[in-house]
C-alpha cells in the first residue's frame, strides 16, 4: 500500500495539518528538509533538519519521516518521532548520518500495526490467535494465516488463512482458524498476520510467531546416533544448537 504524498503550499499546509491530527484525514504532509553542517548524532556527521512550516505546532509523538534524494553517504531514510510538540518555525535535528546530500520529509500519516500478541494449538485442527493492533490507525478487513508443518516437516502440509477481522487502533481481535488435523495430532503452526501486505505498517518484524506440540516444539527430533546438522547436536531427543565454548 502505497504512501499518499498530498502537494500542499502556503496556507493549504495548515488546513491538512488540522485534519490530520483530528482524525478527519489520514495524509501525509510534506515538511522541508535540509543537511545542515552538524548534527546531533555522536559521529559528529550532519542528521536531517526538518522544519515546521505548517503553520501550526505538530503535536507530541508525532512521527516525521525522511529520505534522502540523492545518492551519497550515510543513511537513506529515517524517522524522528517526537518527544514534545514542535512549535510552527521551529526545527529538529534527527540522530541519522545524513551527510551533506539533500532529503525530503513529511509529517507521516498514521498507520496500522498488526502483529500477534499470541498464538496457541488448543487442540489438533484448531489454531487460535489474538491479533493485536499497536499504532493509532484502525486496521480494516485484516488477516491472519498460519502454515501447518507435522513434526520434523521442513514443508507447510497446508496453509488456513482468517476471513476478514477488523482490530481497532490499540485493539485485540481473536481469530481461530480451523484445519484437517494432521496424523497423530501433533503440529507446528507459523502465523503470519496480514500476510498479503495490504497494510503499510510502522514495522513487520512482529508479524510472524511459531507455535507448536510437537516434542522438539516444532524442531528436529533425534536419537543418540543420529547427525542434526552443523553447529548442533542431539540433546535429550531433539537437535539443538551446540553452546559456544
Request: proline letters at 8%.
Amino acid at each position: 500500500m502505497k504512501r499518499i504524498l498530498v502537494a500542499i503550499v502556503g496556507s493549504c499546509f495548515a488546513a491538512t495539518l488540522a485534519a490530520h491530527s483530528a482524525g478527519a484525514a489520514n495524509v501525509s504532509v510534506p515538511l522541508p528538509c535540509k543537511s545542515p553542517t552538524t548534527g546531533s548524532n555522536p559521529g559528529g556527521y550532519p542528521g536531517p533538519r526538518i522544519t515546521n512550516n505548517t503553520g501550526k505546532a505538530i503535536p507530541k509523538g508525532k512521527r516525521l519521516r525522511w529520505h534522502k534524494t540523492e545518492s551519497g553517504p550515510g543513511n537513506s531514510m529515517g524517522e524522528i518521532k517526537l518527544s514534545k510538540k514542535l512549535p510552527a518555525g521551529a526545527f529538529v535535528l534527527g540522530d541519522d548520518a545524513l551527510h551533506e546530500t539533500k532529503c525530503k520529509a513529511e509529517i507521516d500519516k498514521l498507520r496500522v500495526d498488526l502483529w500477534v500478541k499470541k498464538a496457541t494449538l488448543p487442540q489438533p485442527g484448531k489454531v487460535t490467535v489474538k491479533l493485536a493492533n499497536a499504532d493509532e490507525w484502525g486496521a480494516k478487513h485484516a488477516r491472519v494465516e498460519a502454515e501447518i508443518y507435522a513434526c520434523n516437516a521442513e514443508e507447510p502440509s497446508l496453509t488456513v488463512e482468517s476471513a476478514d477481522v477488523n482490530v481497532a487502533k490499540g485493539g485485540v481481535a481473536t481469530v481461530n482458524l480451523s484445519y484437517t488435523a494432521l496424523p497423530g495430532g501433533k503440529a507446528t503452526a507459523r502465523v503470519v498476520a496480514d500476510p498479503h501486505g495490504k497494510y503499510d505498517e510502522i514495522s513487520e518484524w512482529n508479524n510472524v510467531t511459531v507455535v507448536s506440540t510437537c516434542p522438539c516444539g516444532g524442531g528436529q527430533e533425534c536419537g543418540p546416533d543420529d547427525k542434526c546438522g552443523p553447529g548442533k547436536k542431539c540433546d535429550d531427543g531433539c537437535c539443538a544448537p551446540i553452546p559456544p565454548a
